[in-house]
Structures are given as C-alpha cells and as structure tokens.
C-alpha cells in the first residue's frame, strides 16, 4: 500500500469524522462501512429511507427551501427533494449532523455534484465546483514521488480560463493540505 494512502488514513482516524453514505443497497457500501467502521477511519453512517427521521426531513426540507427559494424552489418540492436519501445526507452536513457524504455507486456524477453544489454551495474564492483524483504510480521520480493529483476529470469537461484557473488552484489546494505536497500544476489540452 502507498505510504501516501496510509497517511490520509491516519489523518482521517486522528480527526474521527461522521461520513453519510446515502447508498445503503449497494454491497460494496455496506462492505465500505464495515471496513471504515472497523480500522477506525471515520464514523460511518449508511442512511437507508428508515434512518430518514421524519422531523430533521422537515426541517432540511425549510433549510433547502430556504437555499433554493430564488431559484424558484417551493417548499413542496424541497420536502420531495430531502426525501432522497443524496440531499438528505447533504443537508446533514449543512446542519453540521455530519462532516461530509460520499456518494456515487448507484447515484451518477453529476447527481452527486448537483447535491453538493445546492446543499453545500461552493467555495467563494473558487467559485466552481470541481473534482479530483488521487492517483499513485509505481515509478516515484515521477510527480510527488509517485503521487499526483488529477483535477477537473468529472465535473468541469471544457473548463474556460476562469474555471481552469479556479480549478487548479483548488487541486493544489487539495495536494498542499491533504497531502503535504509542495503542488507543480500543470496544465494539460
């Protein structure tokens, strides 16, 4: 195993975070669970629709209404909304019930983003949201010995210049905290 993997997993265990993971039909999530759960990484919660407590679905239901109501939300479609278990694990992190949501199994990319982009917002200074992969490669003279971080692979396909820019600036955001990388961006066409 990568020492850089074994490093985000101690960082994780030392910081004993609650992650939702809204995909409780999915083995590989159940196994998921039981894996984190057991090493000690995070506090592990698989939302199933009976986990969904009826009143926090009210009131994530006001709080997303009250997010989305410009965008001509209505509260009737916010209560529709927060009964999936994706935006009510959003929200939880939003009401601070929770650290973060991990999704993508059986829901798709841009379903995931959609969550976390109207629940959680992005952050202002980037103003995009964007994604990243961590990818570890057997040759250590190359990138980071052997780490680099790959960004925008998912979410932004044909980014402008602005975006690019935000975008690399978050990745070597991402390689500098998470990490402990001294980030070298490179940009790629």
Known sequence: ???????????????AKTIVLPESEEPRIQTAAQLIQRQGIAQALVLSPDKMDNRMK?????DFFALRKSKGMTLEKAREVVAQPLYYAAMMVKGG???????????????VARAAIRCL?????????????????????????????FADCGIVPEP???QLASIAV???????????????VALLH
């Open 1 to 15: 195993m990568s020492n850089i993997i074994e490093k985000i997993r101690q960082q994780a265990k030392a910081q």
């Open 58 to 62: 009210e009131k994530y239901a006001q």
């Open 97 to 111: 019930s929770a650290h973060g949501f991990v999704a993508g199994a059986d829901y798709t990319t841009p379903d």
């Open 121 to 149: 917002g992005v952050i202002p200074r980037i103003k995009v949201a964007c994604s990243c992969f961590i990818m570890v490669v057997s040759d250590k003279s190359l990138g980071e010995k052997g780490v680099f971080v």
């Open 160 to 162: 402008n210049s602005e």
């Open 170 to 184: 978050s990745a070597a955001d991402l390689a500098r905290r998470v990490l402990g990388i001294k980030p070298r």
